[in-house]
Structures are given as structure tokens and as C-alpha cells.
């Protein structure tokens, strides 16, 4: 079983871009579902589906990576924050800008998995679960 | 000299897409461009850039591919028509759905360059530059 489904998803987003894939699968959850919705919604990825394989335990989740007028990767940086061993949480007041808002974290809250931006409109702490850039 | 600019255009894309690459890039044009906006409008591409090259002669024309739920291409085929040595033309009343409309032509018209969907909106006809499905 794996430790960190999560921890292991950002490592395949990071490894894709790194090689210039044009989409990536990690095996679906709910969560992983909710941190792609934030990606997509913050502008880091182009789309993402979730694939039904037939006689699988497990569907797929399809995440489609954006790439940049030079080329560039459109996610620089994405790194798990709170990990199984060491959980990482942010109070409401505590939410602060990502390199002055040119990057995000992703946090698990109360209102479903939000951008820091997304989480401050809605009053909202939570589990930080990565930052992005 | 390049006899068909257009011709490679779409070879570039066509093989870019074989080997799943996220994005092509061709020499710069503006029937490129216009081409490139029809396949953006029509869903085909996720979007494209144009990129300075500095000391170039040329720019470039980055087109960011896209891929579907299943991985495929959503270009599956994309075809010349008209060509520099044999000139396709099509009238108004002459523009019909491609493939029952799963697929489009490009047409290049007095109103810019524009799908067959669009074509019969604005109530033109022109020049058949390709197929794409």
C-alpha cells in the first residue's frame, strides 16, 4: 500500500513536465480529484478526466499539462506541505500570499480543497496540502 | 523555398501528435495564425503563441496540442486540400457538413480565415486550405 497517494501524485506531475508530456495518469480519489480541480481552476493545468478502466479496482485520473508561450513549464514547482508524518494546518489569518501571489497553496478546508486565495473569500483554514508555482 | 508553408504546417502537427508532444512549433505567418485561431475556436488546439525570436527573420508559432480523456488525439486526421499547384474553391451553397459535422473545413474567405460552421454563418465561400477531424 502506498504511503502518500497524494505525495506520489505531485511527483508525477513533476516528472511529466519535466520530460514534456502532454497529460499525466495517477490512479483516482476523491482528494486527488479536488486538488486537480484547483489546478485547473487556478490556471496550472488545461483539464483533467477521469477514465473508467474497464475490470480495474481503480479509474484513472487524466491530467492535462499546459505548457507556455516559450515552451515553459506552467507548473515550475509543486511540493507536498502536510505529509502523513507531519501534518501541516493554516489558521484563516495565517493565509498569505505565494511568492506575492505568483504562486498558490492548495489547502483541504471545510468547504471542499480551495487555492489560499479561494480559501480566504470563503473564511476558511485547512490542511495545507502543497504549494504550487 | 518552402513550396507549401501550409502543407508543413499540418505535417508538423500531424507527427507532433504521433509522438504525443504537449506543443509544435512552425515558422511564423499570418495564414498560420489564422489557421491556428480556427483550430482554437473550433476546439482542436488548446490555444497557441506567437514567439519573437531575437536576430530570427522569423518568428514562431507555438501550438499547444490537446489530448482527450483517453489519451487521443483530438486531431486524429488533418489534410491539405487546396494546393498551391491545384486550387480548391467551394461556394456558399457548396458548404456542407464534414463527416455529419464531427469534423471541419478551413476556408480562407474575404471575412479571414474560418471554419465551414463559421463560413455559412457569415454567408461566404472561399478557398478550401483543409480538413480536420
Redesign the interface.
Known amino acids: 500500500m502506498m504511503t502518500d497517494p497524494i505525495a506520489d501524485m505531485l511527483t508525477r506531475i513533476r516528472n511529466a513536465i519535466q520530460i514534456?508530456?502532454?497529460?499525466v495518469d495517477v490512479p483516482y480519489s476523491n482528494v486527488k480529484k479536488g486538488i486537480a480541480e484547483t489546478l485547473e481552476r487556478e490556471g496550472y493545468i488545461?483539464d483533467f478526466?477521469?477514465?473508467e478502466i474497464e475490470d480495474a479496482p481503480q479509474n484513472i485520473l487524466?491530467v492535462?499539462?499546459?505548457?507556455?508561450?516559450?515552451?515553459e513549464r506552467v507548473i515550475q514547482h509543486i511540493k507536498r506541505l502536510s505529509k502523513p508524518g507531519g501534518r501541516v494546518y493554516c489558521k484563516i489569518e495565517d493565509l498569505v500570499d505565494v511568492l506575492d501571489g505568483l504562486g498558490i497553496n492548495i489547502l483541504s478546508t471545510s468547504k471542499g480543497i480551495l487555492s489560499n486565495r479561494e480559501a480566504r473569500k470563503e473564511h476558511v483554514g485547512g490542511e495545507l496540502i502543497c504549494e504550487v508555482w
Chains 1, 2 share one sequence.
Open positions: 514534456e508530456r502532454p497529460f488545461w478526466h477521469v477514465v487524466r492535462n499539462l499546459k505548457y507556455g508561450p516559450n515552451g
